[in-house]
């Protein structure tokens, strides 16, 4: 991406700094530190981004630059005020949209700007000429009379953006903005985003929980569990584990199995499923060699790539907390050898009034496969999603799923499978232990065979130690696995994953994956939708749907495949996906 030049008469200098902040929480018997003596500078004219998992402490951290906490220990300046003397000061001169973008869902578009414009006290007259460049950068136009609870995730992103830039100020936060959306519209705020520096001289402060997104910001400041991991350009991070990067490809192996082997070879600091292959970080600056990765498996190839920022962070986290986690996933789950069709989807179709969600659509998923559903928000994948659960019915069109039909035996077909919902359907005021007590009574267990499946819940995914915390005071990480436990007390044939990453760290998303790839290798059919586009290489199979329609279909190296051309050779699952759309809108355009 091109990065704009600096603007203003002061580009270049600090306009936001921190000096030794701290920031203790207290609850449930627990001591949260937030932040831990954070100290970071951020310069004027430049997109700086707030890099972190869940937990890091970057919302804490955007909450005491805004006046809205008062940290227990440092200082804060932010465009000259001190911000613990002149919070007030300090929000009348900055804007800020928290996570889920400060919506009032039950105002149109036009009623949620209004409002804003009230608050921002931008005048009456000058209403009308902002609102139309506010309505040009985010082509909402269309939509004032819209509610803004009917819009879709990318929509309401733009529109929370719009009401933050009412009045447009010389310093913007943006908590998390891209979470929960498509790639394209990731793409598209990042385009606003460097219209507002280039363009009205803005200085913005990003987070996000997205990795891949540091290498378009021109600084990064690296966040983990509250402190401060480092901060430069995404260059300098990469540029660490120079030598140490590499893709290995193996013509025997599917790339589960060859992914679980390297991440437990000698010298090995992570493995993740890459494209046709599998990429590696290691320990040392040297090439490793085939046979020393993968004893006795011939045709073995390594190559050396050039490295990115995830991998700097991950090398970073491993230096701190240890060597990767790599369980066995004792499931009790029997290996199986058919390999028929566990969901069948013929002619789909829901129908909300005279609206299509889903337009007729078929595919099948097959026992063992992981099957990736992908789509643009409100393409329709998740009302899709739901009818396979048994969920929502089907307007028309034949759905089997265990070898059951939906329309006429859901409680029988429900009973074969597992459902993790994307915000983790757990009860946050009940304990561990009581969140796999109630999921396993709703699947049917009792007595006996219900708490030896507690047990292995609670051993295989080292939650013993948690069992009787309040889930609403656990890690996300935690929930995540705490959610997938509770999905599996019954042993289903069918897994259903709806956004299970969204907001994990790195580490917690690999361990995750690990215990997939171990679920699928024994028999278990898993059905996932996610916008990590990176995680559709983990599938084996993949839908890619817009407007409720399918896009695409194939395996993911037939979906890059598609789209390769001598300007890009090797193209991404994101590539392909955002290609698709913009190829369905073209043809949307001409009709």
Request: hydrophobic share 40%.
């Amino acid at each position: 991406m091109q990065m704009p030049p600096e603007q203003g008469s002061d580009a270049g200098h600090s306009i936001l700094s921190l000096e030794g902040v701290s920031k203790v929480f207290h609850a449930g018997g627990r001591t949260i530190k937030a932040l831990q003596n954070v100290s970071l500078e951020v310069r004027s004219g430049t997109v700086t981004g707030l890099i972190g998992p869940d937990a890091a402490g970057k919302t804490t951290l955007m909450r005491v630059v805004c006046g809205l906490l008062v940290p227990d220990e440092g200082q804060v300046h932010v465009l000259g005020i001190d911000a613990l003397v002149e919070p007030v000061k300090v929000q009348e001169a900055l804007r800020y949209m928290p996570q889920h973008f400060g919506l009032y869902e039950d105002l149109t578009v036009q009623e949620n700007l209004d409002l804003y414009a009230d608050l921002q006290g931008l005048a009456p007259a000058e209403r009308a000429e902002r609102y139309a460049e506010l309505f040009h950068m985010t082509g909402l136009g269309s939509f004032t009379g819209r509610l803004a609870g009917d819009l879709s995730g990318g929509m309401k992103q733009k529109l929370g953006l719009a009401c933050t830039l009412v009045v447009p100020p010389r310093l913007l936060l943006l908590d998390e903005p891209t979470v929960g959306v498509d790639p394209l519209s990731r793409r598209e705020l990042w385009t606003i985003v460097y219209r507002l520096v280039e363009k009205e001289g803005m200085t913005v402060l990003l987070s996000t929980a997205y990795l891949d997104e540091a290498e378009r910001c021109q600084d990064v400041i690296l966040m983990h569990d509250g402190i401060s991991l480092g901060q430069g350009e995404p260059a300098t991070f990469s540029r660490r584990v120079t030598g140490r990067t590499f893709q290995v490809s193996s013509p025997g192996m599917n790339k589960r199995s060859l992914q679980t082997r390297l991440s437990k070879a000698a010298g090995v600091i992570d493995a993740i499923i890459h494209q046709d292959g599998v990429r590696l970080v290691m320990e040392q600056p040297e090439a490793p060699i085939p046979d020393r990765l993968l004893p006795g498996e011939p045709g073995v190839e390594v190559h050396q790539v050039t490295p990115r920022f995830e991998d700097s962070f991950v090398a970073l986290l491993r230096e701190k907390l240890g060597p990767p986690a790599t369980p066995d996933m004792e499931t009790r789950f029997k290996p199986s050898t058919d390999n028929g069709e566990v969901i069948l989807v013929e002619n789909l179709q829901r129908r909300f009034g005279d609206f299509y969600a889903v337009k007729g659509i078929s595919f099948s998923v097959r026992r063992g496969e992981v099957f990736g559903l992908l789509g643009a928000n409100g393409a329709g994948k998740s009302t899709t999603f739901r009818m396979l659960c048994g969920l929502l019915p089907a307007t028309a069109g034949k759905l089997r799923v265990a070898g059951r039909d939906l329309r006429t035996a859901a409680a029988a077909a429900r009973a074969k499978i597992g459902y993790m919902a994307q915000h983790f359907s757990l009860y946050v005021d009940l304990s561990v232990q009581d969140n796999l007590r109630f999921f396993g009574s709703a699947y049917g267990l009792r007595g006996k065979v219900r708490q030896q499946r507690i047990d292995w819940a609670l051993q295989e995914f080292d939650l013993g130690h948690l069992e009787q915390s309040s889930c609403r005071d656990l890690p996300l990480g935690f929930k995540q696995r705490l959610a997938l436990a509770a999905a599996l007390m019954h042993s289903p044939e069918i897994l259903f994953l709806d956004e299970p990453t969204s907001g994990v760290d790195p580490l917690a998303r690999r361990e995750f994956w690990h215990r997939i790839n171990a679920l699928a290798e024994q028999g278990v059919t898993v059905l996932v939708t996610t916008h990590f586009m990176e995680e559709a290489e983990y599938c084996d199979h993949l839908v890619i749907m817009g407007e409720g329609e399918i896009l695409a279909e194939g395996t993911p190296e037939e979906t890059r495949t598609r789209f390769r051309t001598q300007e890009r050779p090797e193209p991404t699952i994101e590539d392909a996906f955002i290609a698709l759309i913009e190829q369905q809108s073209d043809r949307k355009g001409e009709a």
